[in-house]
Structure formats: structure tokens, C-alpha cells
């Protein structure tokens, strides 16, 4: 192509955008077969199920490569998938999944990390949300299980994004607390966890989900320091990521 084509230049989006931009279509097609008695808009819906599935098979395919399987790519699986799990009315209206996690630091000033026994990444302790539990209440308990120790909140400290920071391949949103330890001792979830441990700031273990996004505020927020809730600033355009990020 020659250098002075315009495209030569052009910024093609890469594979957490293309998710990101599947899963939010096939969000707006389920929610609108959720609501609509219309014989036409549901053949309309559904052909943007199909649009968003080949999408988010060319992303499958492009972090396969990279060493980040999503699962199926068969673009006629996922369509499926989708389309058995819409409902009806507000039961259909999909939205993000929530996540809540937990930064916990010790009087060394170490974080408490356990090892994801799926994936084999290192992140703080994480779990769904449970429904008859506070946010607060999912993040001590999930602390409790993953890891032996048992805490109490301290304060909120992160609401993230996590397709738009990349450390998730499904919608969803994590709330993320501080939590001070108050007994207990170390033991990894037989089958969550395949290792839990305090590490400092200067030796993570690796691979670490995220530390990009939240690492700097979580070892401020260990340290006692007067920090602000971290979250996802709107973006402009918010379909594109911006320019250096």
C-alpha cells in the first residue's frame, strides 16, 4: 500500500474493542427481542445477533493467537447461546454482570492476592454478586473463602469496567472495597484458588489481571491515604479507545 494512502495510516481496532462492541450489540438484539411482540423487528434483531457473533468470533480468533482463549468462535454457537437466553419484558433488559472484589493489606503494607485456579492470572479476591448480600457483605465473604482470612470494609475504593479495561471477556461491572484483615490465616480455596499469598508493591507474582487499572490505587488506599472512588471516565467518542490508551 502506498505511504501516502490514507489507510496506510488508519488505527484498525483491536480484539478487546471488536468484544466489546459484539457484546454490546448483542445486548441491545436480546433486550429488544425481550420487548417487542413486532414479527419484523424480531427478524431484525436476531440478523444483528448474527452481525454481533461474527464479530465476536474475529475477536475470539485474534486472542486465541495471543495466547487469551474466549471460548467458541463458531459465530452459530454463540447466536444460539444468546438467543436462549433472552426473556421476556424487564427480564430481558440485559445489562452487566457484577462483580465484587476485595483490596486487603496487612500492617507490612502487603496486598492479598490469590491465584485464579481457571486461569492461572494473579488478581485480588473476587467473586459474582450474590443476591440477599450487600456489596460489602460479597466482599468479606468472598475473602473469607478464597482465602482463610477474615476482614471487615473499610470503604469503597474502584467501580470498573471490566471490558472496557480489558480483564474480562463478558459485561461486567466490578465494585471493588478495602477490606482490613481481623483474623484468620492463609488457605487457598481447594477449587477456586490455586494460591493465595501477601505480596508487596515492589514483587507482584505474575501473570497479574489489570495492575495497569488498579494497582497504584490499591496500595494507596493500603497505605491510608486519602483517596477518590477510581472509575471509568466517559469516553469521546465511547465507541473508540483514546488516542495513546
Request: contains cysteine.
Amino acid at each position: 500500500m502506498a505511504e501516502s494512502d490514507p489507510l496506510s495510516k488508519a488505527t484498525y481496532p483491536g480484539a478487546h474493542e471488536l468484544l466489546r462492541w459484539s457484546e454490546s450489540l448483542a445486548a441491545i438484539a436480546r433486550t429488544g427481542l425481550g420487548f417487542t411482540e413486532s414479527l419484523y423487528e424480531k427478524e431484525r434483531f436476531e440478523e444483528v445477533l448474527h452481525v454481533a457473533g461474527e464479530i465476536r468470533a474475529a475477536a475470539a480468533e485474534r486472542l486465541e493467537k495471543q495466547g487469551q482463549p474466549v471460548g467458541s468462535k463458531v459465530a452459530s454457537e454463540l447466536v444460539q447461546e444468546w438467543l436462549r437466553g433472552v426473556g421476556s419484558g424487564v427480564a430481558g433488559y440485559v445489562t452487566p454482570k457484577v462483580a465484587i472484589g476485595a483490596v486487603v493489606g496487612n500492617d507490612g503494607g502487603d496486598l492479598l492476592l490469590v491465584q485464579r485456579a481457571d486461569s492461572g492470572v494473579w488478581l485480588y479476591p473476587t467473586g459474582w454478586a450474590d443476591v440477599g448480600y450487600s456489596a460489602a457483605e460479597v466482599a468479606v465473604k468472598e475473602v473469607a473463602e478464597e482465602t482463610g482470612i477474615e476482614t471487615e470494609p473499610v470503604r469503597l475504593v474502584m467501580v470498573l469496567d471490566g471490558l472496557r479495561i480489558g480483564i474480562t471477556q463478558i459485561p461486567l461491572y466490578s465494585l471493588v472495597f478495602q477490606l482490613k484483615p481481623t483474623g484468620g490465616s492463609l488457605k487457598a480455596h481447594p477449587l477456586e484458588c490455586r494460591d493465595v499469598g501477601w505480596f508487596p508493591e515492589d514483587g507482584l507474582p505474575e501473570p497479574l489481571a489489570g495492575a495497569g487499572m488498579w494497582k497504584e490505587q490499591a496500595f494507596r488506599a493500603i497505605r491510608g491515604e486519602p483517596v477518590e472512588v477510581l472509575f471509568d471516565w466517559p469516553r469521546r467518542p465511547i465507541w473508540r479507545k483514546e488516542e495513546g490508551k
